[in-house]
């Protein structure tokens, strides 16, 4: 059975980029009736930050050589480890049960949300491979960052979490879908960009359509 883990991270609880990722999660269990659906907000529900117990469980971790979610309750010994766990262990099996990770988050600051920061500094230990999970990272942007566009290299949100999932999990197939020029809905100063935000906000539409039924099989 396919299990979906569908994360969202924006403050904004009418968001484009829940509404994204809610369509894509409606389109994968509509093509996946027996598959399995967990659903977090990191916004509404925020994971803490980490802490000190949580660097010395991920130091016992590191000595340990391994990262093994049914050996973790072994190496947490000290009750700041114990305390950190209780918050991680939830986090990492709801991770590893998936098969399909979506996350929907707005851009911040040219980057991530730090509520979506946070989860992941939760689950970021040594050496430990994600790589045979798919991530599909669905996300709303004020502005534009497609190649060509003026600002192309600020996007430190796809980059970054791109480059991470790679480097840390060893997954290579993160596949993003940005909606762009969303300021342009509210701002009347770029009521000129608001075709070129539908237009954008179409093809990711059609994007999630085709990944959801994809990532179904
Ligand atoms: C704190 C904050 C920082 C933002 N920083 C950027 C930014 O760096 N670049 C950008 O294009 N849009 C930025 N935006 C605009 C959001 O990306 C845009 O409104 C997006 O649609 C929000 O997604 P949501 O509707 O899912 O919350 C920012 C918005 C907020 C609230």
């Known amino acids: 059975m396919t299990h979906l883990l569908h994360l ?12 994204l990722g809610a369509e894509f999660a409606t389109a994968w ?22 802490d000190a117990g949580w660097t010395e469980l991920c130091d016992a971790v590191l000595a340990a050589g391994h990262t093994d979610l049914d050996e973790l309750a072994d190496l947490a010994v000290t009750p700041a ?19 399909v990770i979506l996350i929907g ?3 911040y600051n040219y980057s991530i949300p730090a509520a979506l920061k946070a989860w992941l500094d939760q689950i970021t230990f040594p050496r430990m491979s994600l790589g045979h999970r798919r991530f599909v990272v669905v996300t709303a942007r004020g502005g534009a960052y497609s190649p060509g566009a003026p600002k192309a290299a600020f996007d430190y949100q796809e980059r970054y979490l791109r480059d991470f999932f790679a ?19 509210h701002d009347p100063a770029l009521a000129h960009l608001r075709e070129a935000h ?6 990711a539409r059609a994007e999630i359509r085709v990944l959801a039924e994809d990532y179904a099989r």
């Open 81 to 99: 480890q114990r305390a950190a766990l209780t918050i991680v262990e939830p986090l990492l099996a709801q991770v590893l049960a998936a098969d």
């Open 167 to 185: 480097g840390h999990f060893a997954v290579t197939d993160t596949v993003f879908v940005n909606a762009e020029l969303a300021n342009a809905v």
């Open 198 to 203: 539908e237009s954008s906000l179409a093809t």
């Open 8 to 19: 969202d991270a924006s403050a904004r609880p009418n968001s484009l980029s829940r509404a």
């Open 29 to 50: 269990r509509a093509a996946e009736p027996d598959g399995a659906y967990t659903y977090r907000d990191l916004a509404a529900e925020p994971t803490p930050f980490i």
């Open 105 to 107: 988050t707005p851009m």
